[in-house]
């Protein structure tokens, strides 16, 4: 038998687990709850519903590992390669004396990092002067043309063109389409502001894109557009997103648009108030007409009664007084005398028979009633030729809508996550969820085979 030497007298010696158990304890008291900022790698998702992955940046990496009761709360879905935010606890993992770290709560850290460029961008533009209120253009009244900056197969190009069709269809439209999400979306906005406001076919410009996330809307964040729009002599409405979104387009724009419907709303005026006003104006000048010839038949009542006080008659009578008080000095000249008084009297009659007051009003009344007539027919002409206009321009917009396409049996496919359009069976997958849209209406579908190329012969 071997003989072991007997142990130092107050010696500690720990089994490997209790020497874990230490450890898993001092780390725990000494790292309080903080927060890590990694990209998620070997991420691994057993039927346990835990979730165990790895952090890492460019330098060093540690195990991490999130509960059940932890990730369920979760509002979004780690993957690998995604940039997170995690905060959690420093801990050991007993059986294999392994540092890690338990994550309690996980978020996107590329939203993060998105809100702290647009403050950063915001804050450079505002210094700079690209929000002044004071350098912000006056829109028109009344738009002769409007020009759309906007995806050409999104929901806000509808919403647009519905608003203007019920309110202001007589005015015409001119679209720029562009992509408004992706990696070439600020170029083509930035292209696209510039070409309508240096082509200057429209006095006012809408910009506007439906709702999303920061990054879907990121495109309107962008410097290069932001100076598009603040250098631009049009003057431009922002309708990006919800109400509750804001880009920096929005602060640059001259107008700012809870969304792209109420952008379309603001700028254009309503054709039945218009023709409410058309009306009211109408009265108001038929009233004015009336007044008009109320005054006019005072006056003449007036100087009616005026000349009245002062009859040729009256003078005549005054003068033959005076004649036969100077009759017998004047004898001689009393003939002389009573011719020209004669004389005087039928001139005095006949100036009075050329000013009749009842010729006057004859004339008067005959200019009004022209007046009226042409009033009337240029009111009718008017609105003649704004209807033809009107129709004009409705038959042309129905000629290019996409929505006769689909009245003639063809469909549009898209992927019902991606929103994107399918335009070739190749792009088809085995269990992908397709969204068919036919003419009165969409069916949500999912491929059960694999898809195969027809031939391509037309029966």
Same mark, same amino acid.
């Given at each position: 038998?071997?003989?072991?030497?007997?142990?130092? &007298? !107050?010696?500690?010696?720990?089994? @490997?687990?209790?020497? !874990?158990?230490?450890?898993?304890?001092?780390?725990?008291?000494?790292?309080?709850?903080?927060?890590?900022?990694?990209?998620?790698? %070997?991420?691994?998702?057993?039927?346990?519903?835990?979730?165990? *992955?790895?952090?890492?940046?460019?330098?060093?990496?540690?195990?991490?590992? $999130?509960?059940?009761?932890?990730? $369920?709360?979760?509002?979004?879905? &780690?993957? !690998?390669?995604?940039?997170?935010?995690?905060?959690?606890?420093?801990?050991?993992?007993?059986?294999?004396?392994?540092?890690? *770290?338990?994550?309690?709560?996980?978020?996107?850290?590329?939203?993060?990092?998105?809100?702290?460029?647009?403050?950063?961008?915001?804050?450079?533009?505002?210094?700079?002067?690209?929000?002044?209120?004071?350098?912000?253009?006056?829109?028109?009244?009344? &738009?002769?043309?409007?020009?759309?900056?906007?995806?050409?197969?999104?929901?806000?190009?509808?919403?647009?063109?519905?608003?203007?069709?019920?309110?202001? &269809?007589?005015?015409?439209?001119?679209?720029?389409?562009?992509?408004?999400?992706?990696?070439?979306?600020?170029?083509? @906005?930035?292209?696209?502001?510039?070409?309508?406001?240096?082509?200057?076919?429209?006095?006012?410009?809408?910009?506007?894109?439906?709702?999303?996330?920061?990054?879907?809307?990121?495109?309107? %964040?962008?410097?290069?557009?932001?100076?598009?729009?603040?250098?631009?002599?049009?003057?431009?409405?922002?309708?990006?997103?919800?109400?509750?979104? *804001?880009?920096? =387009?929005?602060?640059? =724009?001259?107008?700012? =648009?809870?969304?792209?419907?109420?952008?379309?709303?603001?700028?254009?005026?309503?054709?039945?108030?218009?023709?409410?006003? @058309?009306?009211?104006?109408?009265?108001?000048?038929?009233?004015?007409?009336?007044? %008009?010839?109320?005054?006019?038949?005072?006056?003449?009542?007036?100087?009616?009664?005026?000349?009245?006080?002062?009859?040729?008659?009256?003078?005549?009578?005054?003068?033959?007084?005076?004649?036969?008080?100077?009759?017998?000095?004047?004898?001689?000249?009393?003939?002389?005398?009573?011719?020209?008084?004669?004389?005087?009297?039928?001139?005095?009659?006949?100036?009075?028979?050329?000013?009749?007051?009842?010729?006057?009003?004859?004339?008067?009344?005959?200019?009004?009633? *022209?007046?009226?007539?042409?009033?009337?027919?240029?009111?009718?002409?008017?609105?003649?030729?704004?209807?033809?206009?009107?129709?004009?321009?409705?038959?042309?917009?129905?000629?290019?809508?996409?929505?006769?396409?689909?009245?003639?049996?063809?469909?549009?496919?898209?992927?019902?996550?991606?929103?994107?359009?399918?335009?070739?069976?190749?792009?088809?997958? !085995?269990?992908?969820?397709?969204?068919?849209?036919?003419?009165?209406?969409?069916?949500?579908?999912?491929?059960?085979?694999?898809?195969?190329?027809?031939?391509?012969?037309?029966?």
């Amino acid at each position: 038998m071997l003989n072991h030497p007997p142990s130092p &007298p !107050n010696r500690t010696i720990l089994s @490997v687990a209790e020497l !874990n158990a230490e450890v898993n304890q001092l780390l725990m008291r000494g790292f309080p709850l903080l927060w890590v900022e990694a990209e998620i790698s %070997n991420l691994a998702r057993p039927a346990s519903g835990h979730l165990y *992955f790895t952090l890492k940046d460019k330098k060093s990496q540690i195990r991490s590992a $999130m509960f059940r009761n932890r990730n $369920m709360k979760l509002n979004i879905k &780690p993957e !690998n390669g995604m940039k997170v935010l995690v905060r959690g606890r420093v801990g050991l993992y007993e059986p294999r004396g392994e540092y890690q *770290f338990i994550a309690e709560h996980m978020e996107d850290a590329g939203i993060g990092q998105l809100q702290r460029e647009f403050e950063a961008l915001k804050k450079k533009l505002s210094e700079a002067g690209l929000f002044d209120d004071n350098k912000k253009k006056a829109l028109p009244e009344y &738009p002769k043309r409007i020009a759309i900056i906007t995806s050409p197969t999104g929901a806000a190009i509808r919403d647009i063109l519905n608003v203007l069709k019920r309110r202001s &269809p007589q005015t015409p439209v001119l679209i720029y389409p562009v992509n408004v999400q992706g990696d070439n979306a600020k170029g083509q @906005v930035e292209a696209a502001i510039r070409r309508a406001d240096e082509e200057d076919s429209c006095d006012v410009i809408i910009v506007a894109r439906g709702g999303g996330s920061i990054e879907d809307l990121w495109c309107f %964040n962008e410097e290069n557009v932001a100076k598009a729009i603040y250098h631009a002599k049009t003057p431009i409405v922002c309708g990006v997103g919800h109400e509750i979104d *804001f880009t920096i =387009a929005d602060f640059v =724009a001259d107008l700012r =648009a809870p969304t792209p419907s109420a952008a379309a709303e603001l700028i254009t005026a309503d054709v039945q108030q218009l023709l409410t006003d @058309v009306t009211q104006n109408k009265v108001w000048l038929q009233q004015q007409i009336i007044n %008009n010839i109320q005054e006019k038949q005072q006056k003449l009542d007036w100087l009616t009664a005026r000349l009245d006080l002062q009859k040729p008659s009256t003078k005549v009578q005054q003068q033959s007084q005076r004649l036969d008080e100077v009759t017998t000095r004047l004898h001689l000249q009393q003939q002389t005398l009573f011719k020209n008084k004669t004389l005087q009297l039928e001139t005095f009659q006949a100036r009075l028979q050329a000013n009749q007051p009842l010729k006057k009003l004859t004339e008067y009344k005959q200019s009004l009633d *022209f007046l009226t007539t042409r009033l009337s027919r240029s009111i009718n002409n008017r609105l003649n030729k704004d209807q033809a206009r009107f129709s004009l321009q409705m038959a042309k917009l129905n000629s290019i809508s996409p929505l006769k396409t689909l009245e003639r049996g063809y469909s549009i496919t898209k992927d019902s996550q991606t929103n994107q359009l399918i335009s070739s069976v190749s792009e088809i997958k !085995n269990a992908q969820n397709l969204t068919i849209r036919f003419k009165d209406g969409e069916i949500n579908t999912r491929v059960i085979a694999e898809a195969t190329t027809p031939n391509s012969d037309v029966s």
